[in-house]
């Protein structure tokens, strides 16, 4: 079975400063990866997603996210916080077949120090 | 817009009392998904449906019910038999071939419920 695990429950960063937000994930192939974020009482909305093509891939809002197979990451930057990047971001795991189920960490709170 | 709907945004519940929380997307998708979400737990899958007329128990399916009478409309009922039901409950659609995952899962903005 497949899993992900996000370091830190917890990240602040200055305004201006790079953002790093960890995920390692464990599977028994290559996986599709993804990174959400969420807003206060909202749903989640999709950053990125790494399907098998380029290693790097860029978001939307400036986020990035490099695909690491020899370290089995996927870890989410951002060269300059702003303060609306305040949110909750998740990393998830999904096996590459059919029919196969979406598999979330547990989330780590991103807070944007003025 | 195309999009996901839940409602209501805020629910409250009584001991012993079912209640129905509503999700209906109009993105023409094939799957959807039930999730609650506990802070510090992230998101944990209850049901999830393929086609319509079918569905799957996801991990903590236990005190919940749902149905799919309809491609656009996958209710999930909160049965008495959930005894910790306070919460934040996701909705998400998924247009996906049966071949492939790769495909991002789209949410709703969530019902928050609460016991009385």
């Known amino acids: 079975a497949q899993s992900v695990t996000q370091l830190g429950s917890h990240v602040s960063v200055s305004e201006g400063a790079l953002v790093l937000l960890r995920c390692n994930y464990s599977s028994s192939v290559p996986p599709y990866l993804f990174w959400y974020v969420q807003y206060p009482n909202q749903g989640l909305q999709l950053l990125l997603k790494?399907?098998?093509?380029?290693?790097l891939v860029k978001g939307i809002n400036g986020f990035e996210a490099e695909f690491k197979k020899s370290e089995t990451s996927f870890h989410l930057t951002k060269p300059s916080a702003h303060m609306s990047d305040a949110a909750e971001y998740f990393c998830?795991?999904?096996?590459?077949?059919?029919?196969?189920?979406?598999?979330f960490g547990t989330g780590t709170r991103l807070t944007i120090i003025p | 817009d195309g999009g996901i709907t839940q409602s209501p945004k805020y629910l409250f519940r009584k001991e012993g009392q079912n209640v129905t929380l509503s999700c209906e997307q109009n993105l023409n998708h094939d799957a959807m998904y039930w999730y609650r979400q506990d802070p510090g737990q992230g998101l944990r899958l209850i049901y999830y449906s393929q086609i319509v007329n079918d569905f799957q128990k996801g991990d903590i399916a236990e005190g919940y019910s749902v149905s799919r009478e309809k491609k656009e409309s996958f209710p999930l009922t909160v049965t008495s038999a959930q005894k910790n039901p306070t919460a934040f409950y996701l909705c998400a659609s998924e247009g996906r071939d049966s071949s492939q995952s790769n495909q991002p899962q789209h949410f709703g903005d969530g019902t928050r419920l609460s016991i009385l």
């Open positions: 790494y399907t098998s093509a380029a290693t």
């Open positions: 998830a795991v999904r096996l590459p077949f059919g029919n196969e189920k979406l598999t």
